[in-house]
């Protein structure tokens, strides 16, 4: 009798576990826990520059650091570079030539701050921060935002540095305004960080497209489109074209495909199929359009893909600092 009543007791729980199997898919995803070592710290970041941003930020998150303290010290070393012409100080301008600032900032309780179409102030992401942590408000814009950045003790400098004064200045002789894929005129630092804590925080900053219309405003600083973390699943980024990562509200579509138990990568990798579905549906090319997505798990587990083949990110983990060319859609 025995026997029988645990064989019986086998049996069903195999056939519960084969019932549930069956709402997943059989390769590609994984559990969003299981039991083993987590990867932490760990911070990932968009582009090249994202190596220098990451030692940034490893500095604080290898000191048991929190991780919002360490995307914020990340993301401003691209933001206050005059050479990175797509981020922060030394950004492209605007067609009518102001340089104008987007950013938001998200930490593992789910407080959020962004700034957009924010002149004269070098760091926005402090800027962003602030408006999360000091206000009742998640975004401030334009003359809004600067006057909030004044009274908080932030200094009003000169955004447009010699080289991209002059680059402006020759795009106005044709006034063609169509960016090229992986050009860096439409770039952004995205950083998402896991601590020794086990948290998850984000940050996301640029200028926005060169010689865009003046107020245009795209995915980074927008909370769901440029940037989303959830401390229970997973953070997501993003860079390229932010109209096109606003069309599926990009990032937080990426953690929810985590949350249903896709791998960082695949979840990546639907996320950039969406957007090449409705690219065609729209009958428009995708020869000139770019996006890439990173994510990373709370397990410290990270993917990345993108439209276009050019796109590289940085990972820094305790293995060390290192870019890695994003896997692609177009081959």
Not at 164 to 181: D, G, R, V
Request: hydrophobic share 35%; aromatic share 6%; net charge neutral.
């Amino acid at each position: 009798m025995s026997n029988r009543r645990n064989f019986i007791k086998t049996s069903v729980i195999a056939t519960v576990a084969v019932a549930l199997n069956s709402f997943r898919s059989k390769e590609d995803e994984e559990p969003i826990i299981t039991p083993g070592k987590i990867n932490k710290p760990i911070v990932i970041s968009t582009w090249n520059f994202g190596v220098k941003a990451n030692g940034a930020a490893w500095e604080i998150l290898n000191n048991n650091g929190r991780a919002l303290d360490a995307v914020e010290a990340g993301v401003k070393i691209p933001e206050g570079d005059p050479t990175e012409r797509s981020v922060g100080y030394g950004g492209r301008p605007d067609r009518d030539g102001h340089v104008t600032l987007d950013a938001c900032i998200m930490d593992e309780f789910s407080n959020i701050g962004s700034v957009a179409c924010l002149e004269y102030i070098k760091h926005p992401i402090s800027v962003a921060r602030a408006v999360m942590e000091k206000t009742p408000h998640v975004m401030l814009v334009g003359d809004g935002a600067l006057q909030f950045a004044l009274s908080q003790g932030f200094t009003k400098e000169n955004l447009l540095v010699e080289e991209s004064e002059k680059e402006w200045k020759e795009w106005l002789k044709t006034s063609q305004y169509k960016p090229i894929a992986n050009i860096e005129n439409h770039d952004t630092i995205g950083m998402i960080a896991l601590d020794s804590f086990g948290n998850l925080s984000g940050a996301c900053t640029t200028s926005g497209m060169a010689f865009k219309m003046h107020g245009r405003v795209g995915d980074s600083p927008i909370i769901g489109a440029g940037l989303y973390v959830d401390n229970e699943i997973g953070a997501a980024t993003a860079t390229g074209h932010g109209e096109e990562v606003i069309r599926i509200a990009g990032c937080h579509l990426v953690v929810e495909l985590m949350r249903q138990g896709k791998s960082p990568q695949k979840a990546c990798e639907e996320a950039v199929s969406r957007i090449v579905k409705l690219t065609k549906n729209r009958n428009k090319n995708l020869k000139d359009i770019q996006v890439g997505f990173i994510a990373l798990n709370k397990k410290g587990g990270y993917g990345a893909y993108c439209i276009h083949g050019g796109f590289n990110y940085a990972v820094n983990d305790n293995s060390g600092n290192k870019l890695v060319d994003s896997d692609y859609f177009l081959k």
